[in-house]
């Protein structure tokens, strides 16, 4: 006996039945021909699925349209329009794919160079005004450390994270347990910003001196970052000098990785 199909596995396969049907399909044919339909084991068991289905691409705005014989009304079928579900063409000016391209070179240097390439790559293929224009500035940020993986996926989970860190000053080496908040890059440096448990105040870290990270705790268990706009600088109590600094975060809402406008800061 075959696995029954995940909800949202169905709804995408009535997505792609709807959207390729040459004029509507009924619910006998969604029932008999789209997957996971089949699990239902009556006519009513199906006729709720397929309800809340209906609602539910409506309520994600899939234009979903009803479509009934004229000459017999109770025939009633079904079908995406497409013309309403399809993005338009997307084009950028060339000010905008010269920021793209800019962007794509700033990782010429790291591990993440030949994903920044392609996506240049098919952009230039794609959009008129990519074709012959080349930045006239390079921009480079050195690639990320070993510990950034294991940072990002922290940030993203709300998880603490605990590592040996080499203090700058002294060379000693601590066990350190950080809510870990933003990972961000300056002067060739990556750094993560967070709240440190055992100083019990907000500090920022440079990775190249972290060794052993890991996340034992479990995920959504560290504070939102106090000011989701704010501190990036220098730890209060190190004040440096300024300059630019690229970043890589979760947004205040959890809305992902985001870059964002770098103010001065300073290494600690």
């Known amino acids: 006996m075959s696995a029954r199909l995940d909800a949202a596995e169905r709804l995408l396969a009535l997505v792609i039945a709807l959207s390729h049907t040459t004029h509507r399909m009924t619910k006998g044919q969604i029932r008999a021909g789209v997957a996971g339909y089949a699990d239902a084991r009556s006519d009513e068991s199906f006729e709720r699925m397929f309800e809340r289905d209906k609602d539910t691409l409506r309520s994600l705005g899939v234009p979903l349209v009803t479509l009934t014989d004229p000459t017999h009304e109770d025939d009633v079928g079904y079908r995406i329009d497409t013309t309403a579900y399809a993005l338009p063409a997307v084009d950028f000016t060339p000010a905008e794919v010269g920021v793209l391209s800019l962007a794509a070179r700033v990782w010429q240097d790291s ?11 098919k952009l230039r ?21 070993a510990a950034f ?9 709300r998880q603490a994270v605990q590592f040996d860190y080499r203090a700058a000053n002294t060379g000693t080496v ?3 347990t950080v809510e870990p908040w933003r990972l961000f890059a300056k002067d060739r440096g990556w750094y993560l910003v967070g709240f440190d448990r055992d100083r019990d105040a907000q500090r920022r870290f440079r990775l190249s001196r972290i060794a052993g990270a890991r996340a034992p705790g479990r995920a959504g268990r560290c504070r939102r ?26 947004g205040a809402a959890g809305q992902g990785h985001r870059p964002r406008a770098a103010g001065p800061g300073g290494e600690s």
Do not use: C, K
């Not at 030949?114 to 240049?120: D, E, I, K, T």
């Open 225 to 250: 970052h106090p000011r989701p706009g704010g501190w990036w600088g220098p730890d209060p109590a190190h004040p440096g000098p300024g300059g630019g600094t690229a970043r890589a975060s979760r």
């Open 125 to 145: 293929a794609t959009s008129a005004s990519a074709q012959a224009l080349e930045p006239a500035l390079a921009l480079r940020v050195r690639g990320p450390d």
């Open 174 to 176: 601590a066990r350190r």
């Open 149 to 157: 993986d294991e940072l990002l996926e922290a940030i993203m989970a």
């Open 111 to 121: 591990r993440l160079s030949a994903q920044a390439q392609r996506g240049l790559t």
